[in-house]
């Protein structure tokens, strides 16, 4: 392996059958090993409506009871996860589909019910990057969905942008490995009212300063500190772009260590 | 690999979490290489009659529009797999989900709409023994769904029977294989009235005088057939027992050549 790419799409890409086939046709031109994880989007919420359920979110995390981790198994690692695989399949694209109980391939364990009880939330205790590299050296490109498993025999939903993240840092102990946040924007804006004002680089001391100035806040801290974590960690480079740029190497924000 | 076992569940096995998990031990429990492939049992209905989708069946096959696909994809591939995912690994036993377009291991194509449309429902074309060889290698179990692709993006609902069946003639070209069906019998019966009549083994001869004694009727004839003519095409034996009996060689109808 000579590098790894590992790219994280949401509900922006997801979401739509033409933004993500476009999304897809880009992703298996990258050359050398890739990685994708990608989320669930709107659609459990919309299967849980259907079936009466009653969708739940604290803090933009879906409280996940017995009903509702079943749902999400189902859309996550079923419907959203094999779709994914076909279609990159017709792409020449020689994809797997995971959850992180395939192959015992990601661990997670179940989040403490306190402060707030999540149900059937797990976090991330780490990755099989042995498992990971015969994957990849079998010739597959692994596709995660979010639902991993705590080991005792309990699925549990977990953090799509957090699987990103360990599966990152697995793949750097194999080959150097860049990461890409696939976002609505076209990068970590200074300008908030300005999709022009993308900052092409962010490094420890630089976020330092943004932040201190109040260029980023909100919601973007914890993307960027996330990132500056997996550089300082051993990821080379995080990039945060919009998925239509996918394969301009100079395009969106990139998070690195100088 | 020295042997591989291919075994197969359907309802009667996945619709009851006790004995899915009692099945689950004893296949954990088999030496050697071994291989899953599961149908996807009432769930399926069900969820289609909670959606206010029609469940439309001909000849015992579902008939699966875009709707129904996007159900079975998701209780298939996504639920009933991934439960049986995590209760494997929970068993110490390191299980793969895959359904036939992961790792393109599985190709299948349309079946034809005439004499019956069935819509999105494919027969299968062949399993690449290389792809199965690899994970194998990796100290994998794979578990099949019955979700297959057309290689051109488009996810498929096969028989579970048939996927079965293909994959243990891909496993006979790496090893000496047997296949099991598990079956809410204790075998195939002399006498249907009598569970203890179980016909310990049924050669290509014996089949014969059974059929034209009408010993062997209805459901039973095409899978015996089937099961004769993997044998005929290099799996070792062909074994049609109860799940509670796995792990006992000798139990059920034994079909082999000789």
Chains 1, 2 share one sequence.
Do not use: W
């Amino acid at each position: 392996m000579k590098q790894i790419t590992v790219i994280k799409i949401g509900g922006n890409v997801i979401d739509n059958e033409e933004v993500l086939n476009a999304f897809l046709a880009r992703f298996a031109a990258i050359e050398g090993d890739k990685i994708l994880v990608h989320g669930g989007g709107k659609l459990a919420s919309r299967l849980q409506k259907e079936l009466g359920q009653e969708v739940q979110m604290i803090d933009g995390r879906r409280v996940t009871d017995r009903a509702t981790l079943d749902v999400v198994t189902m859309v996550y690692a079923g419907l959203v996860n094999k779709q994914i695989i076909a279609k990159l399949q017709a792409l020449g694209c020689n994809a797997i589909g995971l959850s992180g109980a395939d192959g015992n391939i990601v661990r997670a364990h179940r989040r403490p019910a306190k402060p707030i009880d999540y149900g059937f939330v797990g976090d991330i205790d780490g990755v099989d990057t042995m498992m990971l590299r015969s994957l990849l050296e079998a010739g597959l490109t692994p596709v995660f969905s979010a639902i991993m498993h705590d080991g005792a025999g309990t699925l549990l939903n977990c953090n799509a942008d957090s699987v990103t993240q360990a599966v990152a840092l697995g793949a750097a102990q194999l080959a150097p490995t860049d990461l890409v946040f696939c976002f609505e924007k076209h990068g970590v804006l200074s300008d908030a009212e300005n999709d022009d004002s993308v900052i092409a680089r962010i490094t420890p001391d630089s976020y330092l300063q943004l932040k201190a100035d109040g260029i980023v806040s909100g919601g973007m801290i914890p993307k960027i500190e996330n990132a500056l974590r997996a550089v300082e960690q051993g990821v080379r480079t995080v990039r945060i772009k919009h998925a239509d740029d996918l394969l301009e190497e100079s395009a969106g924000t990139t998070i690195c260590n100088a």
